[in-house]
Nanobody, 121 residues
Framework: QVQLVESGGGLVQSGGSLKLSCVAS????????LAWYRQAPGKERELVAA???????VYSDSVKGRFTISRDNAKNTVYLQMSSLKPEDTAKYYCNAGTYYNDEYYGMDYWGKGTLVTVSL
């Protein structure tokens, strides 16, 4: 069993910054990949960023250069630093655990409950 708990969401103005955190617990290992997904109202859930156990990262084109994913294995925590936020970044952000291989992320069915990010004009 893997448990993931996100925090850090909120309301921010366009151009602002926010940092999300996700604490993992249970049978999770440092070698696992961790990722952030998001789902906006009426849209499908999409991968935002992923990080390997060794620190390799991938980003969606829509956030590249604005968001940074990182992890602290000692704290079993993955972060998402979001900068230059836009209204289209408004969504519920979810943490996921999975496999990171050859710069590809393969999510497993381990999800947190999400944290809501709202970016106003």
């Amino acid at each position: 069993q893997v448990q993931l708990v996100e925090s850090g969401g909120g309301l921010v103005q366009s151009g602002g910054s926010l940092k999300l955190s996700c604490v993992a617990s249970g049978n999770i290992f440092d070698a696992w990949g961790l990722a952030w997904y998001r789902q906006a109202p009426g849209k499908e859930r999409e991968l935002v960023a992923a990080i390997s156990g060794g620190g390799g990262t991938v980003y969606s084109d829509s956030v590249k250069g604005r968001f940074t994913i990182s992890r602290d294995n000692a704290k079993n925590t993955v972060y998402l630093q979001m900068s230059s936020l836009k209204p289209e970044d408004t969504a519920k952000y979810y943490c996921n655990a999975g496999t990171y291989y050859n710069d590809e992320y393969y999510g497993m069915d381990y999800w947190g409950k999400g944290t809501l990010v709202t970016v106003s004009l």
